[in-house]
């Protein structure tokens, strides 16, 4: 199986300790406009406040505005607007308004997330809830942005993946769940999602000074997403609470406060270390190895490198036709 031959380590400086701070420390983002849909909480919330640390101007797209102003209130250069995901009419009406500013997107950070629930979940229009959070609205967004980020003349698209894109099966015949739901394996497979759509965006954008990237933040408990009282004692199970329920942060071992996990993301949206190099997947604020061995998930190791499936150039083609398709794009 062929992947980029980008898909490599670079040598960065920064280890799995970084944070989004550490990463961003002498890059100078004044001028930079970026958008970071969700962030104004969890692991968004650390991108969006340090890319604004380093000069940036953040448009936050969240489904309440009101509640992510109150969050992002008191950071410079941070605003908030309507952006509902898994609305057409929402994400159109956004796309509307940043193409009538005008304004060229410097950088794009699809972050937003959903809590992967329990039973099956679909949107207004049938689609499993986290495929469409986390794939199908970004998709519509990034595309609907396209001229924006074209006329930047260097722009970032950042899609927030996950170590789980090893444990991805895109179900090409399938991607609802209609039968057979799983709320990890509809969060796995999200997370693949997010690597080949970087990959496919890359591959055909590139040209027009557009990139793609998909970071892995590392685990981080006590987000929005996996902060869930019925979850605790499983997370204690797997090693990533303590006993008195406080996570367990130990870098090396892929479990990050937000503030790292935010790393990769801010290395993805603005490091100079990633010029001329796109569509990978990065892991600990570098471009990760690709790995197909059969690792398993215990309390003590979290495997989160590429997977060849991932980072899957026809894999990547096939996923960007079906999701137009599905949009009708």
């Given at each position: ?200 965006l890359d591959r055909r954008w590139a040209d027009e000074g557009i990139r793609g990237y998909a970071p892995h933040p590392g685990v981080v408990i006590g987000t929005n997403l996996n902060n869930r009282p019925e979850d605790r004692e499983a997370y ?36 100079p270390l990633l010029d001329g190099i796109g569509g990978v997947y990065l892991k600990d604020s570098e471009v990760s190895v690709v790995d197909g061995e059969d690792r398993p998930l215990t309390a003590d190791s979290i495997p989160a490198d590429a ?23």
């Amino acid at each position: 199986m062929a992947w980029s031959s980008s898909q490599q380590p670079l040598g960065s400086p920064f280890g799995p300790g970084a944070t989004a701070d550490e990463v961003l420390a002498g890059v100078d983002l004044r001028g930079r406009f970026v958008i970071v849909t969700g962030g104004h909480q969890g692991i968004g919330f650390e991108a969006t406040r340090a890319l604004a640390g380093a000069g940036a101007e953040v448009l936050v797209g969240a489904r309440s505005p009101e509640r992510a102003a109150g969050k992002v209130a008191g950071i410079a250069g941070v605003e908030a607007d309507q952006l509902d995901l898994v609305d057409p009419a929402s994400v159109d009406a956004f796309v509307g308004r940043r193409l009538a500013a005008g304004r060229p997107v410097d950088v794009l950070v699809n972050c937003a997330a959903v809590a992967a629930p329990a039973e099956r979940t679909i949107d207004a229009y049938g689609h499993e809830i986290q495929f469409a959070t986390s794939h199908l609205g970004p998709f519509r967004l990034t595309l609907g942005l396209r001229p924006l980020l074209r006329a930047a003349h260097g722009a970032r698209v950042v899609n927030v993946s996950s170590g789980a894109q090893r444990m991805g099966t895109i179900r090409w015949d399938d991607p609802d769940f209609t039968e057979g739901y799983s709320p990890g394996a509809a969060y796995a497979q999200a997370k693949r999602a997010n690597v080949l759509f970087a990959v496919e965006l890359d591959r055909r954008w590139a040209d027009e000074g557009i990139r793609g990237y998909a970071p892995h933040p590392g685990v981080v408990i006590g987000t929005n997403l996996n902060n869930r009282p019925e979850d605790r004692e499983a997370y204690r199970e797997q090693g990533l609470l303590d006993e008195e329920g406080r996570p367990v942060i130990d870098p090396g071992a892929g479990k990050k406060t937000p503030a790292q996990g935010a790393a990769t993301v801010v290395f993805a949206a603005a490091s100079p270390l990633l010029d001329g190099i796109g569509g990978v997947y990065l892991k600990d604020s570098e471009v990760s190895v690709v790995d197909g061995e059969d690792r398993p998930l215990t309390a003590d190791s979290i495997p989160a490198d590429a997977h060849p499936d991932s980072v899957d150039p026809e894999a990547a083609r096939r996923l960007w036709e079906l999701t137009e398709k599905t949009l009708g794009l």
